[in-house]
């Protein structure tokens, strides 16, 4: 596929919806958890550490799930040129709507608008009580585990505190998956970005912008369902091919003069 041919719809584009999954902050340096290299993949015990069932029941996997939040590679990451592509596309006036899988916040943390952005699964750098539903930032509560607390509970209620995230077991919240499929309806061009589209109803944005008409391209290192159907596949790394054809036929054939 013509990457001059894509970045000729993106310049046409007008309201650009992305669905971003793991694949574009890997190189951030923040595992895929399904991927080849990916740590439940690595690891199975520890996908019942996401499990909210054995969150609720059993203290030891709690008191995991604090030492491998106080130990996230996500802490130190910063925003790679496939995020800083996505802002550059906002800061062009054509970015509609931000729908992430991710929970790493890196796409505010790059510069796109929080009220663009639409976390599907939540965010880790909040935590949220489940006795109370309080939310707040998850540096309080992790101070907490540093200072030797090793299942710290709801100063307000007693109740069980956990990242502000969608778990295994846990149901979405209606209202954002509703929001973003709205959005998907309403995009001209549809971007999936490092997600497999294989996790719904999150990937059935696709469809409901191909239904409406949108242009659909897929950037991906590993084959989707969805390929034999999208307007263009781009299967090399994120970080180069979302900044080539972010940044518009005329400033790229510029930079080549
Ligand atoms: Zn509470």
Redesign the pocket.
């Not at 009580?129 to 309080?134: A, P, Y």
């Not at 509970?153 to 109740?159: Q, T, V, Y």
């Given at each position: 596929m013509d990457l001059d041919e894509v970045r000729g719809w993106i310049d046409d584009a007008r309201r650009i919806v992305a669905l971003t999954g793991a694949g574009i902050s890997t190189d951030s340096g923040i595992p895929d958890f399904r991927g080849p290299q990916g740590v439940w993949t690595k690891n199975p015990r520890a996908e019942k550490l996401s499990n909210i069932h054995h969150y609720l029941s059993d203290p030891e996997v709690r008191k995991a799930s604090w030492q491998s939040r106080l130990n996230s590679p996500a802490w130190n990451a910063s925003p790679n040129p496939g995020h800083l592509a996505l802002v550059a596309l906002e800061r062009r006036g054509k970015l509609h709507a931000l729908i992430t899988q991710n929970i790493d916040e890196l796409h505010q943390l790059a510069g796109n608008s929080p009220e663009r952005v639409i976390e599907v699964h939540g965010t880790m750098r909040k935590f949220m009580?489940?006795?109370?539903?309080?939310r707040g930032p998850m540096q309080k509560v992790l101070e907490r585990v540093r200072a030797g607390e090793p299942d710290p509970?709801?100063?307000?209620?007693?109740?069980i505190?956990k990242s502000d995230t969608i778990s295994f077991g846990q149901q979405l919240v209606p209202e954002v998956i509703d929001r973003a499929m709205q959005a998907a309806g309403e995009a001209d061009l549809f971007i999936a970005v490092g997600t497999s589209l294989q996790v719904y109803p999150v990937a059935g944005a696709f469809d409901i912008a191909r239904g409406a008409g949108a242009k659909t391209v897929i950037v991906n290192a590993e084959p989707t369902p969805y390929d034999a159907v999208a307007d263009a596949v781009l299967s090399s790394s994120i970080s180069e091919v979302l900044p080539a054809i972010a940044r518009g036929r005329e400033s790229a054939s510029r930079s080549l003069q």
């Open positions: 009580c489940w006795g109370c539903g309080m509970k709801c100063r307000d209620c007693g109740g505190l």
